[in-house]
T-cell receptor, first 111, second 108 residues
């Protein structure tokens, strides 16, 4: 069973479109995260939710909006996609501040 | 603001060597530090989590140490193998800030 899963794995879309990436964890964790890994492979935190409450909100354009319908899910919606949004997006989860477990990533390509 | 630095950026060693990867951070007020490996095109695999109150953690051939006061952590890999080739990343909490990683190549 996959602990942290993301869909889709690959996403190719045109500039200006709106898209969503979904994340689900079956570990019973109370904290979930979204990270962006750019072309230079640098991993940067975007958002973190604890029990459906936003606890980390880094400097990210307003076009990015996380949504946590419940503790097991954290989705990322991106409006008006730009070329610079092309990256790999990783979801992760943990119980409080303990060990983080990462999903396989979603490779977003904006053309 | 917390900054995390990993040195060296890349490392190439022959099989069987013991090696040390370094991670430094600027703000010592951390909860814990976690080491990961990332294989090309893959997600991150957790290796070791070391709490701020701990000095070291061990798992198999891996040993991580933490010196909070000096803002440093090291990951020691004993008897390296070609399968250890990957990028190694460290992350500090609660900020969830990552270093840029060390790309390790172990040559047979």
């Amino acid at each position: 069973d996959t602990a942290v899963s993301q869909t889709p794995k690959y996403l190719v879309t045109q500039m200006g479109n709106d898209k969503s990436i979904k994340c689900e964890q079956n570990l019973g964790h109370d904290t979930m995260y979204w990270y962006k890994q750019d072309s230079k492979k640098f991993l940067k935190i975007m958002f973190s939710y604890n029990n459906k409450e936003l606890i980390i909100n880094e400097t990210v354009p307003n076009r990015f909006s996380p949504k946590s319908p419940d503790k097991a899910h954290l989705n990322l919606h991106i409006n008006s996609l730009e070329l610079g949004d092309s990256a790999v997006y990783f979801c992760a989860s943990s119980q409080d501040w303990s060990e983080q477990y990462f999903g396989p990533g979603t490779r977003l390509t904006v053309t | 603001k917390q900054e995390v630095t990993q040195i060296p950026a890349a490392l190439s060693v022959p099989e069987g060597e013991n090696l040390v990867l370094n991670c430094s951070f600027t703000d010592s007020a951390i909860y814990n530090l976690q080491w990961f490996r990332q294989d090309p095109g893959k997600g991150l695999t957790s290796l070791l989590l070391i709490q701020s109150s701990q000095r070291e953690q061990t798992s198999g051939r891996l040993n991580a140490s933490l010196d909070k006061s000096s803002g440093r952590s090291t990951l020691y890999i004993a008897a390296s193998q070609p399968g250890d080739s990957a990028t190694y990343l460290c992350a500090v909490r609660p900020y969830c800030y990552f270093g840029a990683g060390t790309r390790l190549t172990v040559k047979p």
